[in-house]
Nanobody, 126 residues
Framework: VQLQASGGGLVQAGGSLRLSCAAS????????VAWFRQAPGQEREGIAY????????YYLQSVKGRFTISRDNANNAVYLQMNSLRPEDTAVYYC????????????????????WGQGTLVTVSS
């Protein structure tokens, strides 16, 4: 069971990036998934969530309208499209999946997730 995150890099403020998270060893479409990020000296924070049924999505307020989480069941992957990037978005980004059901009120808590990708660094220059 593995998650592999990719797509990070250096981008200017206002630019866009798309992060990918590929799963192996299990079917990602059966799991709630989320993206987290962690900036230096800060705690890991949940920024986007996609339920495994119904297609419900939730976002951290500061990224709402700029970031979009989506699934690609055919490729067993989840994506995070990030537009209008800001310097404060600079962080290591992680994808995560939770076994079983996850109350949507708890989606932002990292300890609710069982599988994690290795992280991909996003740097936004001003």
């Amino acid at each position: 069971v593995q998650l592999q995150a990719s797509g990070g890099g250096l981008v200017q403020a206002g630019g866009s990036l798309r992060l990918s998270c590929a799963a192996s060893g299990f079917s990602l479409n059966r799991y709630p998934v989320a993206w987290f990020r962690q900036a230096p000296g800060q705690e890991r924070e949940g920024i986007a969530y996609h339920s495994y049924s119904g297609g419900n999505t939730y976002y951290l307020q500061s990224v709402k309208g700029r970031f979009t989480i989506s699934r690609d069941n055919a490729n067993n992957a989840v994506y995070l499209q990030m537009n209008s990037l800001r310097p404060e978005d600079t962080a290591v980004y992680y994808c995560a999946a939770a076994r079983g059901r996850l109350l949507t009120t708890l989606w932002r808590f990292a300890d609710k997730y069982d599988y994690w990708g290795q992280g991909t660094l996003v740097t936004v220059s001003s």
